[in-house]
């Protein structure tokens, strides 16, 4: 069933677990994550984000997520995420999307707070919800990546502010994350979790979390992270699935598909699991 994910997350925020939110930007992966979730009971969170759209555009995502979604016998929020611009996150909310994550954290904080505060007025009115961004969550790779990332980690007196001012739905939170594939071991800021989430009490979001350690989810979890964002297990998950296909003879991409759904498949079932949301649906 379609929901929104201001629900789903107060449910998560009140029992203590996370959602699993897991960018699908094809059939497969869709597939992936849907019938895992099912498998598990799980809610789940499911979308793309703007970076994403090279790969697939977003009126041919929304053309099967969201009907997949309604179909699901699981609770499932679809969500734009990143989304860069006041365009394509106006776009997302035509298409059916239902929560929208408007990134402005690389703009001076007072841009980041007004333009935030017009996107949640907006939503609100469509029965749609935003997750913000206050801090800045670098890359592993590429231009994203900071020199020193604790100079932008989320300060919670800010977040508190930030909060007022928009509010907004959900928090993504700098606390030590990064986007990608981790070089070394990351060190996420559990107390700086807690404190914001005990100031704001909003359900906080974590970005880049594939790579860090299963004690590590757990752990932010229980601080007061509701939702996880998954993209680089996943997609690596796919490609060897299909590398594992080849090996075993397959010669069809109809025949390399059951090995790319089933080895997302195992990634869905392992983070659902860590997080604490299976049986929750």
């Given at each position: 069933m379609l929901?929104?994910?201001k629900d789903m997350l107060a449910d998560a925020q009140r029992g203590g677990y996370a959602i699993g939110f897991f960018n699908a930007v094809n059939m497969e992966m869709a597939r992936a994550v849907i019938e895992t979730a099912e498998e598990l009971h799980a809610p789940v969170m499911v979308g793309t984000a703007e970076?994403?759209?090279p790969a697939m555009p977003l009126e041919h995502v929304a053309?099967?997520?969201?009907?997949?979604?309604?179909?699901?016998?699981?609770p499932v929020a679809v969500h734009y995420d990143h989304g860069l611009t006041f365009e394509k996150c106006m776009e997302a909310l035509k298409l059916g999307f239902r929560s929208v994550m408007y990134d402005c954290s690389t703009a001076s904080y007072e841009e980041n707070a007004a333009r935030v505060a017009q996107m949640v007025r907006i939503c609100h009115a469509m029965g749609a919800t935003v997750e913000g961004e206050l801090g800045h969550v670098g890359d592993n790779e590429g231009a994203g990546k900071l020199e020193n990332p604790s100079d932008f980690f989320t300060d919670p007196a800010v977040a508190v502010d930030f909060v007022q001012k928009t509010n907004v739905d959900a928090l993504a939170v700098a606390v030590?994350?990064?986007?990608?594939?981790?070089?070394?071991?990351p060190k996420l800021d559990f107390e700086r979790i807690s404190t914001i989430s005990r100031e704001t009490g909003l359900p906080l979001v974590l970005h880049g979390g594939s790579g860090l350690s299963d004690d590590d989810f757990r752990e932010a979890a229980r601080?007061?992270?509701?939702?996880?964002?998954?993209f680089t297990d996943l997609d690596k998950a796919g490609k060897a699935g299909i590398?594992?296909?080849l090996r075993a003879g397959a010669r069809t991409m109809m025949?390399?598909?059951p090995y790319e759904t089933e080895a997302m498949k195992a990634?869905?079932?392992?983070?659902?699991?860590?997080?604490?949301s299976d049986g929750r649906a």
């Open positions: 929901v929104n994910m970076i994403l759209l053309k099967y997520l969201i009907p997949m979604a309604r179909e699901a016998g699981v030590g994350n990064a986007h990608g594939d981790y070089k070394f071991p601080r007061g992270i509701c939702k996880v964002n998954i590398e594992e296909g025949e390399l598909i990634v869905v079932r392992e983070k659902i699991r860590l997080f604490g």
